[in-house]
């Protein structure tokens, strides 16, 4: 979408083309209907205070992914914390805020996400990378590879969990990594 004037209208244009597909990537990821919103206000309200600076040439929407992606990949992290520290009834006052350890425990999240990622077959990571980072609906993706609706659906449903399972099982291993350099 070619941003002409950058003016309202066109971010409002904008917002209505892609609210849908940003909030159902969110809740993809987040399962929670409240989180996702909350992100779908984010991503915008990050896209509204850049929009002045985007220009025509470049690509809006791989943008406003990116920034949906990071908050996507920054609310998991937050939710595996959250739910490590119920589960080990550790007391939060004494805990330390290490924004280092953040940013690589991100980027770490990050690197696995695009691991898994590569780690699908060719045909499933198309329509993958079709829905996730193109935003294009199920009909969309079947339309542009000539394959069934339902075929999308059911790659997209073992991509999911293909991923989600590769970094449940990944990402651990490499925050005991990351606890193991903290101590020595």
């Known amino acids: 979408m070619p941003i002409e004037n950058n003016n309202a209208l066109d971010f409002k244009t904008f917002f209505l083309l892609y609210k849908d597909k940003v909030y159902k990537y969110a809740y993809l990821h987040l399962k929670e209907e409240p989180a996702a919103a909350d992100l779908v206000q984010e991503t915008f309200s990050r896209i509204w205070k850049k929009w002045a600076e985007l220009d025509g040439n470049k690509n809006p929407q791989s943008y406003l992914y990116t920034i949906a992606r990071n908050l996507v990949f920054d609310e998991l992290r937050k939710q595996k914390v959250r739910f490590q520290f119920q589960a080990s009834d550790i007391d939060q006052t004494k805990l330390v805020d290490n924004s280092n350890e953040e940013t690589i425990r991100f980027k770490d999240l990050e690197r696995v996400y695009r691991e898994a990622i590569s780690k699908l077959p060719k045909a499933r990571l198309e329509i993958f990378l079709l829905s996730k980072e193109e935003f294009l609906d199920n009909q969309e993706i079947a339309d542009r590879l000539g394959i069934s609706v339902n075929t999308v659906r059911d790659q997209l449903v073992k991509g999911n969990k293909f991923v989600r399972q590769y970094i449940i099982d ?15």
Do not use: K, P, R
């Open 170 to 184: 990944h990402f651990e291993i490499s925050i005991a990594l990351l606890i193991f350099l903290n101590i020595f």
